[in-house]
């Protein structure tokens, strides 16, 4: 029996944050996010082999879905824990642009993908995107400000002795950009977020403004 519909939930993580990133990379944008994150390599193996399969089988309608940072009440991934910190770290010297997406909008765009006649790959994006300055304020959080190469040393002592579930290479996504373009999904997919950037902030601390 032939599958019809392959949807797979990838991330926009696997472009890989970098000081030569342009603004609003597109779905042909390389993929080197395991280039400085090892622990990423899996996720950009399968998104690669779900695009050759979309290829080679396009009589199957294959779906890839690529959100940003998704946080809520209900996540606990390294995003939304990093936001829940109240004195969270920041590298001296930088302040990159962050897109964040609300857990239900997520959904929303799963949906949406399962819809007959629909394939393709999609960037999936929240209401906006902000500095991550910006994004700290909104929380009230007292960020400690410190040199990268300091923070990279105690996280990587810390991850070793299992005190800590931020390995030292996610340093990275509070360093440099990775904002990604959304509007293929609006065209294609139809997918409008329902929840506004400062909403979509503010649920990290448990509940939905």
Partial sequence: MLVEKLVMLSSANIYGPDPDNSHFLSEDAPLLGAEAFPNIRDLVAV???VQS??????EVETVMLRPVHIVGPRVK?????YLRLERPWVCMGFDPMIQLIHEEDVVRALVLAMRPGVKGVFNVVGGGEAPL???????GRRPVSMPDFVIRAALDRAFRLRATNFPAPEL??????????????????GFEPQYGLVETI?????HNE
Avoid: K, T
């Fill in 77 to 81: 991934n390294a995003p939304s824990n």
């Fill in 172 to 189: 990275r996504h509070i360093q440099y950009n990775c904002v990604v373009d959304g509007s293929q999904a609006r065209r294609v997919l």
């Fill in 133 to 139: 300055s910006r994004i700290l304020e909104l929380l």
């Fill in 53 to 58: 399969f979309f290829y080679r089988q396009p």
């Fill in 202 to 206: 503010r649920s990290v601390l448990g």
């Fill in 47 to 49: 998104d690669r082999i």
